[in-house]
């Protein structure tokens, strides 16, 4: 009985650590071109969340996002977005991006926070990456992220 028990456990603890695991699986990458101002020009891998399940698990439960990466969120039509942290222990910086692929606003995020982080226009894309790199890399808004076609 103690080794079935043993087992049981064992098992419950290896299924809970693949569920973990599985939620901070990446999702397919693109490198998106943003232009600056000044016409110089910086690359962020982005993870791709365009499902509804992608946009809503976004980078919670991911401890390491490195530099120079990020996650584009893509929306089938241009609203007034809302974000917020819940669930995610990584300081983030997002983007607010409209059709054309300008940027609108940006704004840095706290860890775990629930308060919502809104568009101050609407907009169809979010571009998350680690906290500060967006001033890091001077990238401002107005600048351009040169959108893909094949999302």
């Given at each position: 009985?103690?080794?079935?028990?043993?087992?049981?456990?064992?098992?419950?603890?290896?299924?809970?650590?693949?569920?973990?695991?599985?939620?901070?699986?990446?999702?397919?990458?693109?490198?998106?071109?943003?232009?600056?101002?000044?016409?110089?020009?910086?690359?962020?891998?982005?993870?791709?969340?365009?499902?509804?399940?992608?946009?809503?698990?976004?980078?919670?439960?991911?401890?390491?996002?490195?530099?120079?990466?990020?996650?584009?969120?893509?929306?089938?039509?241009?609203?007034?977005?809302?974000?917020?942290?819940?669930?995610?222990?990584?300081?983030?910086?997002?983007?607010?991006?409209?059709?054309?692929?300008?940027?609108?606003d940006i704004f840095d995020m706290k860890p775990f926070s629930l308060d919502t982080i809104v568009s101050t226009v609407s907009v169809?894309?979010?571009?998350?990456?680690?906290?500060?790199?967006?001033?890091?890399?001077?990238?401002?808004?107005?600048?351009?992220?040169?959108?893909?076609?094949?999302?």
């Open positions: 009985m103690k080794r079935i028990l043993s087992a049981f456990i064992l098992s419950l603890i290896f299924l809970s650590a693949v569920s973990c695991k599985e939620k901070q699986t990446k999702l397919p990458a693109k490198d998106l071109t943003i232009t600056r101002s000044d016409g110089t020009t910086v690359i962020v891998n982005a993870e791709i969340a365009k499902t509804p399940e992608t946009r809503e698990h976004g980078f919670m439960e991911r401890k390491i996002i490195p530099d120079n990466t990020g996650m584009i969120f893509i929306f089938e039509q241009d609203q007034i977005l809302s974000f917020w942290m819940k669930n995610t222990p990584t300081p983030l910086s997002i983007a607010f991006i409209d059709y054309s692929g300008k940027i609108r169809r894309y979010a571009l998350e990456v680690p906290k500060g790199w967006f001033a890091k890399n001077n990238i401002k808004p107005g600048d351009m992220i040169e959108l893909l076609n094949d999302w």
